[in-house]
C-alpha cells in the first residue's frame, strides 16, 4: 500500500510513499524503547543543545520547507515561510522557558519537607493533520522532548512528505535515533501503537469523530489524551467596534490558509446597527482576493488541500442556500479551487451555522442585541476560540466571561501563540498544547515527601 502526494494546486502526484508494516511499527517501538532509556536521563541542558541546532536548520532550510508545505497541502508560500517562522518562536520560546516550567514547588515546615518533580512518562504518540504540517507537529513535539519523553508521529497521508522531513531535521540536529519518529501508516496500526506498554499518552488535532475514536482506544488501554479537535468560532462584532479593523482582520481569520483552520471565524455575528457598513467592507475586501498558484507570491487566495473537501464545503453551501441564506458573492469552485464565498442571511439551524465550515467560505449572522450575540456564540457543540470586537475593554473583559470557549481573543486574530495555553472545550476537545501547562500535559507530577 501506498500514500501518494498530489499537489492540490494542479493535481500532479508529487511522490508515493510506502506505508510502514506491522513490523516496521514493532521496530520502531523498540528503537523509541532504547532511545527513552538514554534520553530520559539527559539534563534539560543536554535536551536544549539539540533544540537549539533544530532552530537552525529551520532557519537555514526555510525555503526548502516552505516549498514543500506548499507543494503538499496548497498554502500560500508567504504562509507556508511564516509557518516554519512560527515553528521557530514556538522552539525558541520553550528553550528560554522550559526549564523552568518543568521546575516543581518545594515547601517545608519544622517536621517535614515536600516537594514536585516533573518526570518523562515514556513515548507520546501524535497524530497530526495536514492544515499546519510543521506546526502542529512542532508544537507537540518540542515541549514533549524536552520533558524527557520520546515522540512517534503518525501525520495525515497527504504530507507524508513534511512527516519524513520533520524526522530527518530532528535527527539532523542531534536528537538520537527513535527520540523522534514518523510512521507512515493507516489507522489500523494506531492501535497496535496505542497498545504498547512504551507509549502513554496520545495527542490528536483533528476532528471530533477522530478525537472520539483515538479517546475511546486510549481509554480502554489506560492512556492519557490530549485532543484539539474542530471549532465553529465566533467572530463576534458589537456596535462600537472599530469595523474598518473587524474587517480586515475578519478576511485574515476566516480565509487564511484558504479558510482550512480550526480557529478560523467561521461564524461572524455582527449586530444590526452596523450590519450592512460590516458586510459591505467585508465584502470590499473579499472581493480582492483570487486563487492562483500558491508558490506565487502575488496570489492571495491559495486552493483547498484535497477535492474531497472542496466538494464537502460545495455541499454545505448548497444545504444553506436552500435553508434560506442568501449568496453574496462567490460559490464557484472546480477541483481544489474554490473561490472566496461570502454568506449572509445564515441562522441557527443552518447547515453553515451549525456545522464546521473548512474553506473559504465566510458566514455572516445578524443579531438584534448584544446578549443575542452572546447566546449565539454559545450555540454550538464546539468551544475552541472566540474573537469580541468592541471599544469597551472592561466590558468586553466580563462579556469573555460568558462566551464558551478555550480562548477569547479581543479586537484580535484568535490564534495559537506558545505564551499561551492552547485547546477546547465540549466537542473541540480537552487538554491544553503551549505554554506551561502544554509542557507539563505529559509528564508525571511527581510528589516527594520527606520527614526529619
Not at 480582492?288 to 483547498?304: E, I, K
Not at 448548497?318 to 435553508?323: K, N
Not at 449565539?376 to 469573555?400: C, F, H, I, Q, V
Request: charged residues 20%.
Amino acid at each position: 500500500m501506498e500514500f501518494k502526494s498530489i499537489n492540490p494546486y494542479d493535481q500532479r502526484v508529487i511522490n508515493t510513499y510506502k506505508q510502514h508494516s506491522l513490523q516496521d511499527v514493532d521496530i520502531a517501538l523498540n528503537k523509541a524503547s532504547s532511545a527513552w532509556a538514554i534520553w530520559r536521563k539527559l539534563s534539560f541542558s543536554e535536551r536544549a543543545q539539540r533544540l537549539e541546532q533544530l532552530i537552525a536548520i529551520l532557519e537555514r532550510r526555510k525555503m526548502e520547507l516552505a516549498s514543500l508545505i506548499t507543494a503538499e497541502m496548497g498554502k500560500l508560500i508567504g504562509e507556508a515561510e511564516a509557518e516554519i517562522n512560527k515553528c521557530m518562536w514556538g522552539c525558541k520560546y520553550y528553550l528560554e522557558n522550559g526549564e523552568g516550567m518543568l521546575q516543581g514547588e518545594v515547601n517545608a515546615d519544622e517536621d517535614s519537607k515536600w516537594y514536585v518533580q516533573y518526570q518523562p512518562i515514556g513515548a507520546v504518540l501524535a497524530i497530526m493533520p495536514w492544515n499546519f504540517p510543521f506546526w502542529q507537529v512542532i508544537r507537540f513535539a518540542v515541549p514533549t522532548l524536552l520533558s524527557g519523553n520520546v515522540a512517534i508521529l503518525k501525520h495525515a497521508p497527504n504530507v507524508s512528505g513534511c512527516s519524513l522531513a520533520l524526522e530527518s531535521i530532528f535527527l539532523e540536529a542531534g536528537f538520537a535515533e527513535g527520540v523522534f519518529q514518523s510512521l507512515i501508516i493507516e489507522t489500523d496500526l494506531v492501535e497496535r501503537v496505542v497498545q504498547d506498554d512504551l507509549v502513554q499518552a496520545v495527542s490528536l488535532t483533528g476532528s471530533s469523530k477522530a478525537g472520539s475514536s483515538v479517546a475511546s482506544l486510549a481509554g480502554v488501554n489506560i492512556k492519557k489524551t490530549v485532543l484539539e479537535l474542530g471549532g465553529s468560532d465566533p467572530f463576534i462584532i458589537l456596535k462600537d467596534a472599530d469595523i474598518d479593523k473587524a474587517a480586515d482582520i475578519g478576511v485574515i481569520s476566516r480565509m487564511s490558509n484558504a479558510g482550512q483552520s480550526c480557529i478560523a471565524a467561521k461564524r461572524i455575528i455582527v449586530v444590526e446597527e452596523v450590519a450592512d457598513i460590516f458586510i459591505s467592507k467585508l465584502k470590499e475586501r473579499l472581493s480582492r482576493l483570487m486563487v492562483n498558484d500558491p508558490a506565487l507570491p502575488q496570489t492571495t487566495l491559495a486552493p483547498m488541500a484535497r477535492v474531497d473537501l472542496a466538494e464537502n464545503l460545495s455541499r454545505q453551501l448548497a444545504e444553506s442556500l436552500d435553508q434560506g441564506a442568501t449568496l453574496e458573492m462567490g460559490g464557484s469552485s472546480e477541483g481544489c479551487h474554490f473561490e472566496a464565498t461570502l454568506l449572509t442571511n445564515v441562522r441557527l439551524g443552518m447547515t453553515a451555522f451549525n456545522q464546521e465550515t473548512f474553506g473559504p467560505l465566510a458566514c455572516v449572522t445578524v443579531v438584534s442585541s448584544e446578549s443575542e450575540a452572546i447566546r449565539l456564540a454559545n450555540d454550538t457543540p464546539y468551544g475552541l476560540g472566540a474573537s469580541l470586537w468592541t471599544r469597551d475593554s472592561e466590558r468586553a473583559m466580563e462579556l469573555a466571561k460568558q462566551i464558551q470557549s478555550g480562548g477569547v481573543f479581543i479586537n484580535s486574530l484568535m490564534r495559537s501563540d506558545p505564551r499561551m495555553p492552547f485547546g477546547g472545550i465540549k466537542n473541540s476537545g480537552y487538554g491544553r498544547e503551549l505554554s506551561v501547562e502544554g509542557i507539563r500535559e505529559f509528564v508525571n507530577t511527581q510528589t516527594v515527601y520527606i520527614e526529619n
